[in-house]
């Protein structure tokens, strides 16, 4: 029995040293809780040991109210239903961070033994995103304050074993995860509070130690990053999104109208819609080779998802060109074959293939498909606003007024069209000089595609 | 006269031949009969070609050894040209001035005038100096001490006039070359647009012929054009409309002479250069100019042509060029390494001074032999086609110039990066050698293209044979292979009992034979493994130009010394220590490139060196982050 009493005491001294490690950082982060103050004596130990009974003797009145029976069950979600009302009282004027941490103070000094602190924490979590402080750090350290320090530190080997305090530490686990979820990265703080409340080795300080090994390393991984702000402005936006879609660096992002609201001599409100494009030169070189006796078409809407906010852009492409009718593009071998260079031939006259040893290439199968001449994204998704952009288009690409434009457009999202409806303008009367002409240029070319289609 | 004329016949049919060679049996009857016919003229002429035959492991010693000489007459001769003409460099020519006003002053033009320099190879007949391209070699060396002036000379008679020179008639020569020769009238070469480099197929230039078809309109503009500001006659390259044999309309380039009194002729703003800033370079633009039909060089639609040949045949000089200005850098930087005083010790004395001055020897040296070898090479009757040989001198002598001029600046230290010390104008001079003429980047592939296609045509039969599984073939191949790994002694005949390399050089002349053997190994190895999408591979075409410049300096090295020992020239044995030097450092880069050629693209770095590329161009930026970013 000696030797295990020695061991009891290692394992004792061992617990104590985060305390001492940390006692600096107590005595700024832990106001209430704890009556005494560790040294390192053996007396120390027995006086610690005495508070860790008392602190047993806590949990074993708290734990089974949680686990037992219905009256006890609908006693805690009354709990829960109490912290959900502390956070609505809180928010009726205003969410945000400051009403947040308020919130989590007025519960800090409600109860000098935090009682229902596990409720609390799980409530405060499911209230974050409506606060807007989900991915704020201060405030998950702020909550992870909440639990009492030092009380759910294992002190022998058999506790260390048993997962110690299990509702606490799943409490805090849950915590780490929503802020991995919504990708926050613990600080140092967080690291000194968790080793505080459930020791060195405990459940929530692995969690964040396998955090903090992968979040860093996975931090970069996507190679086409979503700002977490995106921008406000419509037009900003559908810039950001196009060039994020076309991903060339050469295309050129045009903007053919930008969202005014105008009142007509009858008093009515007009609000224009934005309409921005984008293209490349390759596709432009592509479009200028289209044969204007095949219709191009405009479809839509396609959605794109940037983090929770959906966009929707339309596409200006042509069928895939049957193989019968592609042009076979004349070569003069003056011009391109190996004379092509005044310097050097640009192909060698031989009868040999490269060797299979020196075939790095993978057999790739192409699927040909049409070819997407632009893409746009407007306010609306009406006929006669994608026709404004078309006109548009056609200034830096004149063969499309020699191309029947036929508008392929899916009913879309039903918010895009119940914000169709009511922004629709009255009538092509209200429109400025510019809008009708492209109107008719829309009609006679539609006109065209169903010429071509019969 | 008419011999001269009889060469640029037979010059210009052999490289039409090889424009046309890919289309025999095709499409053109024509001028395959018409070729033949041509072929019967020059019975005489010599078909060997020495650095083709090394792809296919040739060493045909008889094109290069002895080293050309030239007969004393004419030695006396050129020496006549060159005392004058380097007193006028010497004493008229103000390079800084020059540089600082980024103009040549009229004095100094008129002197070169007077001495006859705008009209070097031009025949007597039209009041030309009639010099060889040895002779031309040799005067380039003084003419390079001043890079303005050089290449203010070049673009005239190099480029400028030699279209007319080469493939113009009789009319037009005796209407043009006079003036020309004199000076009176400077010339220019238009061939560069805005959206044409090297690609004929981009110019957009247009020549358009009037309705009563006696002129021609040309529309377009012409940028970086060297004598653009001030040139009375340029050589323009302009698309034409040809109707072909099935009655097709078909867009060729053509060559016209143009002059400036045509009217509808604008030069741009003279362009401000890093060096050879008192050359005229601009802008020109034309609108509307009448040029009539009796301008057009050559026939309407072989302006192609035309521009190879003329781009062809002026890269030899360069070398000697080259070599001529590093001469002039040992001058001034030996004088100063052997008076500047560092730790009570000479400049002079330390190791790695030492090591530039060698290196600027060596370099001068193999420019030298390289240039006048391929001069002397030209200059011989029946003109083998010598622009293989022409553009390697001209890659080793810009590659070696830029080297050269910044150890000599490195001599001097910061004195050499002040503009107190010509050095600085050196170095942005000799930076355009890399560029101009065609970059240095696109002569490699042109050297090592034109060999592969050379070696193809010959290999293609047996290569195909050792695919299809010939047992026979592939143990010969694998007997050559084995012989070369365990003896690597090859006997080409440079030594022995027939040899043309002096004795003291036989250890050379051994280095130099093996490397011909395993490049022929190497290139056999190539074109089993690519074919003919060895186009694409750049960084193996690359290594193969390298080898190949190496090979042939070797050549140039081993033979000019060989003579000088053999008739005992001054200093000869500088020259074989030169010689050896060269070899020996050559034969090991040598051997070090063509063992990264036999190995697939995973090992010799080069799948890594074009991914990293790939990569960066792909963002078009440095991709890395910064070493002080931090993720936690």
Redesign the interface.
Known sequence: MNSAHILLRGQCVRCLVPYVRTAVQQAVLFSGGLPHRPTLSSTCVQVHRAVHVSCRYNKNRTVPSAFKGNNEDAKKEKALVAHDDLFERAGKDAKSKATFNKVVDIFNHRDKRRRGHVEFIYAALKKMPEFGVERDITVYNKILDVFPKEVFVPRNYIQRMFYHYPRQQDCAVEVLEQMEGHGV?PNVETKVLLIQIFGEKSQPVRKYQRT?YW???F??ANPFPVPHQLPEDPVDLSRFSLARIAND?DAQVTVYQIPYTDLTETGEVIEEPHIVGIQSPDQQSLLAKHNPNRPVFVEGPYPLWLRKTCVYYYVLKADLVPPEEKVKEYI????????????????????????M??D?SFKVENLEEGAVYAMCMAGQGDQATLARWISGLQETNPILGQIPTVFRLDSGPTELQDTMESQRPPGPDAEAEHGMESDRVTEEEHLGGQRVKQ | MSLNRLFFLSNSLKVGRR?I???IGQTRKEPLSHLQVQRSIKTNSRNLAYAKDLFLGKLNKDEVFPYPEITNEELEEINQFVVPVEKFFNEDVDSKRIDHEAKIPPETLNGLKELGLFGIQVPEDYGGLGLSNTMYARLGEIISLDGSIAVTLAAHQAIGLKGILIAGNEEQKAKYLPKLATGENVAAFC?TEPGSG????SIQTKATLTEDGTHYLLNGSKIWISNGGFADIMTVFARTEVVDKDGQK????SAFIVERAFGGITSGKPEDKLGIRGSNTCEVTFEDTKVPVENVIGEVGGG?KV??NI?NSGRFSMGSAGAGMIKKLIELTAEYACTRKQFNKKLSDFGMIQEKFATMALNAFVMESMAYLTAGMMDRPGLPDCSLEAAMVKVFSSDGGWVCVSEALQVLGGLGYTKNYPYERYLRDCRILLIFE?TNE??R??IA??G??YA??VL?GK??EM?SGNVGVAFEIMGNKLRQTLGRHQDLGLTGKDGVVHASLQDSAKQLEENVAFFSSTVEGL?????????DEQLILKRVADVLINMYAMTAVLSRSSRSISIGLRNHDHEVLLANTFCADAYFKNNLLMTQLQK???ENND?NIKKIAQEVLEK?AYVC?HPLER??
């Open positions: 990265m903090t979040f860093p390393r931090k970069h660096r003069d071998p003056e011009m391109v074959g190996p004379e092509q260079s005044l310097y050097y031939p640009l192909w060698l006259d031989l009868d040999l293939q490269r060797d040893g020196d790095f | 424009l060679r890919p289309q061939l090297s690609d004929a197929a078909k867009d060729k380039i192609f521009a190879m781009l065609g696109i002569l592939m042109y293209l034109t592969m296609q193809g045509k293609t290569i195909k695919k074109l089993y493994r690519f074919g003919k999408s060895i186009v697939n693209s995973p799948a078009r982050s993720t936690l």
